[in-house]
């Protein structure tokens, strides 16, 4: 399942369904509103680490992750942000529609991980574009 969440459509209501995605979301707009679009995503992702622990979320960076096939492990994959151990989120900053691959990275991302909730974020454009994609 895919979820578009607009800033526009963003509200307490939002975050009362899914509390911590919704802190995450919060945080992610508050980056963007600071900093705007056209800086690389680590510059996003060291600032989201501020307003996560501003907000008390424990979380990883570039956690590494063992994808297996058949039991045994045949690669692995770094998730930008693991928070609270039940959300990945993976920041891209793109211009423009982000293209479809980027859901199915985090997607398979977190069939690997067995996590059952990502955030997908763009800090690219005006407006700060969050997708939620749950397996």
């Known amino acids: 399942m ?14 009362d369904r899914d509390p911590l995605t919704g802190k995450i979301i919060e945080a992610c707009y508050n980056v963007h509103n600071e900093l705007g679009p056209g800086f690389v ?4 992702m060291n600032a989201l680490k501020i307003a996560l622990e501003k907000r008390q979320l424990a979380f990883t960076a570039e956690t590494e992750f063992v994808v297996k096939y058949d039991e045994q492990p045949v690669g692995k994959f770094r998730a930008d942000l693991l928070i609270e151990n039940t959300v990945i989120v993976e920041l891209k900053a793109v211009e423009g529609k982000m293209p479809k691959i980027f859901e ?6 977190l069939k690997a ?3 059952k909730v990502g955030l997908l974020v763009n800090f ?10 749950m397996v």
């Not at 995503?41 to 996003?44: A, K, N, V």
Request: proline share 0%; hydrophobic share 25%.
């Open 124 to 133: 690219g454009n005006r407006s700060c574009e969050v997708r939620r994609l």
């Open 41 to 44: 995503e680590r510059i996003y």
């Open 2 to 15: 895919i979820t578009d969440i607009k800033k526009s459509d963003y509200n307490d209501t939002t975050a």
């Open 104 to 109: 199915s990275q985090i997607i398979s991302y």
């Open 113 to 115: 991980s067995n996590i």
